[in-house]
């Protein structure tokens, strides 16, 4: 196993990434590997061990903490949100959207980001977005309960509870309100005490300011060939993600989490079960997924089901994936987002990046090495 993931790995590198990092588990062995440089100014190697924005990774462990509140009878997974927080999502739809279907995606309220990032208007279309509001923003400190109006006023993708769900970011800044409003402590402290101690994960917080502490590698943004050549955006404020997409990380920390949960130890076995019950929704590229709980199945090519959550922040890109038994786990971090050029319709084109972490992932994830 080692030689070939070792192999995949620098495939990715050489396909353009600066830089990848990965663990794979498979039950007791364990692989770590890197490829590439973590700082293209100084030629930094990047090792195995690096912290990493892992972007909506992050909605794993958010969905965990709030299952977790639930299982000590502090909420309600079908309880109506507006019961929790009447001022952010009032009348009629407060009473419409449940907790579950915040969680799901099903909530119909829209995605703030487009409003609060006025060059991305467009989105989700790349070909209408422009990347300026990346800088305009590095260091601006966002409130969430103000972006989560963004996305209450923006108009609504569907009714709530009706399929396909919409994915958006508004449902997660809204559990991170919840999470605040039934324990009395903010988001990051209780995912902190509720599921990142409890875990062992001494790797994993969410930050409070713009920078990752500890060894780390820059991040590559390309805005689909709009930044020519790729900023770094490693320094970035993000709360106008939180516990959306904020969470940093390392790959054993990832492979550990998911390893523990899969195993009935951060949410009961009936948690994790619901977890596991899909709807189809839309996700952020447009696609039709089946999505449960915080995380979605996910197809692998030789591989048997598997489960997980993949992850995008300015500059970086994470996969963290689960088998069903909770044997196999493989977490899969690089140092470029976006590299994909558009074509003459503003579509983004297949690039050689995208085959070698397919590769990667089957190799790591499949039943034959």
């Known amino acids: 196993m080692t030689s070939s993931l070792d192999s995949a790995l620098e495939n990715i590198h050489r396909a353009g990434v600066p830089g990848v990092f990965a663990e794979v588990h498979d039950g007791d062995d364990t692989w770590r590997g890197a490829a590439g440089v973590a700082d293209v100014g100084t030629g930094r190697p ?17 969905t965990a903490a709030v299952l977790r509140q639930a299982e000590q009878g502090l909420l309600d997974l079908d309880a109506p949100i507006g019961h929790y927080l009447p001022r952010l999502v009032p009348g009629e739809r407060g009473a419409a959207i449940t907790v579950r279907m915040l969680i799901n995606h099903t909530s119909g309220l829209a995605e703030y980001l487009p409003y ?14 422009r990347p300026e509001s990346l800088d ?18 923006a108009p609504a993708t569907g009714a709530p509870g009706s399929t396909p769900g919409v994915y958006s970011n508004t449902n997660y800044l809204l559990l991170g309100e919840l999470l605040e409003h039934v324990t009395g402590i903010d988001a990051g402290k209780c995912l902190a005490e509720s599921v990142f101690e409890p875990a062992g994960l001494r790797d994993t917080e969410l930050p409070a300011g713009p ?81 449960g709980l915080g995380m979605h199945p996910v197809e692998i090519p030789g591989a048997g089901p598997v489960w997980g959550h993949g992850g995008t922040v300015w500059g970086g890109g994470t996969l963290a994936v689960v088998s069903a038994d909770g044997r196999r786990r493989m977490a899969v971090a690089v140092n470029l987002q976006r590299w994909n050029r558009l074509d003459a319709a503003g579509r983004p084109q297949p690039h050689p990046i995208d085959h070698a972490l397919a590769e990667f992932t089957r190799l790591a994830m499949g039943t034959a090495r």
């Open 211 to 291: 920078h990752i502490e500890g060894p780390h590698a820059r991040l590559y943004e390309s805005w689909f060939g709009m930044i020519d050549p790729p900023r770094d955006y490693s320094v970035y404020d993000m709360s106008f993600v939180g516990p959306a997409a904020g969470l940093v990380s390392t790959v054993a920390d990832l492979n550990r989490f998911f390893g523990l949960l899969f195993a009935g130890e951060i949410v009961r076995p009936e948690s994790l079960a619901q977890m596991q019950r899909t709807v189809r929704i839309i996700s952020q590229e447009g696609k039709l997924i089946d999505y």
């Open 116 to 129: 609060a990032y006025p060059s991305l208007r467009g989105f989700p279309d790349p070909a209408k977005t």
């Open 46 to 62: 990047v090792t195995a061990d690096l912290r990493h924005r892992i972007g909506s990774v992050s909605k794993t462990f958010t």
């Open 136 to 153: 305009d923003h590095r260091f601006t400190r966002f409130d969430a309960a103000e972006l989560i109006a963004l996305g209450v006023a």
